[in-house]
């Protein structure tokens, strides 16, 4: 005889997430209703992380195929609202895919590889949204500093794996004002929501490159010092 599963709800996903941002807290509510319907249709992790690939990829592609139309003419806030309701899909389904795996016991090494690698290749895709909209829109802007956005972007792929090595710990412990505005500004789920109403805007999107760029260099720098210091005590 087959062995039933145990009944969840919503609360049971939603009470296994990992934390995070304001804007990230309540995108693990929606991703609760996710995963609970993951669970509910038999569905894996592997499943969401792939749905969150091709949705974020897709989302980003459309974007850049889009700014030769809108330089013709075509209005932004259409493809703008798109984006921010599609890539919260996305994010939600990232979040989903760890519920899941945690509340079902059913995660893996491959299983979080995967995950980690489709995180990487969708944050890339909307960092080349950023670099293309403000190359468009802003040329006289140096290209190392479209390069430099990139590199820096990275702080938060690398970061972001290193606390879920070390169970979701923070890279900077640090309690002061300063430290929490950075991590608010990092916020995954505001990001992406900045950069989609900021396509309404394109003529802006140098600020949203510049601004980030150096958030997550501000933060790169209080992670090395945190942690040197942590080794040297």
Known sequence: MTPQRPPHRPADFLAAHRGGGLATLLDQRG??????????????PT?????????????????????????????????????????????????????LARVTRTGSDAGARVDILCDIAIQA???????????????????WCGAAFAALWMTNLVTAVMAKEDDGVS???????????????RDYGAVIAVIALALIWPELMWVVLVGFGAVNALFLLASIASNARATLR
């Open 31 to 44: 991703a609760a209703y996710f995963a609970y319907a993951a669970w509910r249709t038999g569905l894996k």
């Open 47 to 99: 499943h969401l992380s792939l749905a969150n690939l091709v949705i974020g990829v897709g989302v980003s592609t459309g974007v850049i195929a889009y700014i030769p139309a809108a330089q013709d003419g075509a209005p932004w806030w259409p493809v703008a609202l798109a984006a921010l309701v599609l890539w919260q899909i996305a994010y939600m389904l990232d979040c989903a895919d760890g519920q």
């Open 125 to 143: 895709s909307v960092v080349a949204v950023v670099v293309a909209v403000t190359s468009a829109y802003t040329p006289e802007m140096p290209a």
């Open 171 to 185: 890279m900077v412990k640090s309690t002061s004002i300063a430290v929490r505005l950075i991590k608010l500004v």
